[in-house]
């Protein structure tokens, strides 16, 4: 089966800019996740989407970032605007279900700097 | 508290030989998932092993293996015969909340062990 997909892999914006990344889970997943990885760091959940509904948001900086999961199949997640300790990789994850027992599937990542 | 600690920044260990990678975690959930991940310079995270908090054996796969002890709070990973290719960062993580119930399950990783392989 194809992996996660995302798009960009590479991506340097000026602070107070505009991004935004994109992610397609494995087909059939219903589960998808964002996290923020920050160098040197343990991957730290953004945003995670049940189909098309929010699960969890409670450590996404709302005032600047915002996520959306339409037909729940990709997603966008979107810093408006950008401030340097967004600096990160942003890791998109899959599952079948919100049951993670079996471990989540990554994609390779979208690294960000910001200058 | 930190939920996961792992406590060794860095590792080495020669080819052939085995290592272990320690990992502790708090948490007062009954029920709850440890994970390892590995993560190469390319920077995707793969999924390398689970225990479960009712398990009553050790998870293994392949070279890898979990310690799971559960009275301790510690969930170290041991790679047997490690090879080049198994220099990575490694991340230990856990799941809290019921499997299977449809509620919602949280994961939590640890800030990561670098391993590096000397041939």
């Known amino acids: 089966e194809a992996g996660v997909a995302q798009s960009p892999r590479y991506k340097i914006i000026e602070k107070r800019q505009s991004v935004a990344f994109w992610c397609n889970p494995i087909?059939?997943?219903?589960?998808l996740y964002w996290y923020q990885q920050i160098l040197g760091q343990g991957p730290k959940l953004l945003i995670q989407?049940?189909?098309?509904?929010?699960?969890?948001d409670s450590q996404l900086p709302k005032d600047r970032f915002s996520a959306e999961r339409l037909k729940g199949v990709d997603s966008t997640l979107k810093i408006q605007p950008a401030k340097l300790e967004d600096s990160a990789v942003y890791l998109c994850?899959?599952?079948?279900?919100?049951?993670?027992?079996?471990?989540?599937?990554f994609g390779s990542g979208t690294r960000l700097t910001v200058v | 508290a930190q939920k996961i600690t792992q406590t060794q920044p860095g590792m080495f260990v020669q080819e052939k030989e085995a290592v272990t990678l320690d990992c502790t975690y708090d948490t007062s959930d009954p029920s709850y998932g440890l994970f390892w991940y590995k993560q190469p310079s390319s920077g995707e995270m793969i999924f390398l092993i689970y225990q479960g908090s009712y398990d009553q054996q050790n998870a293994t796969e392949g070279r890898y293996s979990l310690n799971f002890q559960k009275a301790r709070k510690s969930a170290n990973l041991v790679i047997s015969a490690s090879q080049l290719g198994d220099s990575a960062m490694y991340f230990c993580?856990?799941?809290?909340?019921?499997?299977?119930?449809?509620?919602?399950?949280?994961?939590?990783f640890g800030t990561g062990t670098k391993l590096q392989v000397i041939p």
């Open positions: 993580a856990m799941r809290e909340g019921q499997r299977g119930s449809g509620g919602y399950q949280k994961v939590t």
């Open positions: 989407f049940q189909n098309n509904g929010v699960v969890d």
């Open positions: 994850a899959s599952s079948k279900t919100g049951d993670s027992s079996y471990g989540y599937t």
């Open positions: 087909s059939g997943h219903a589960t």
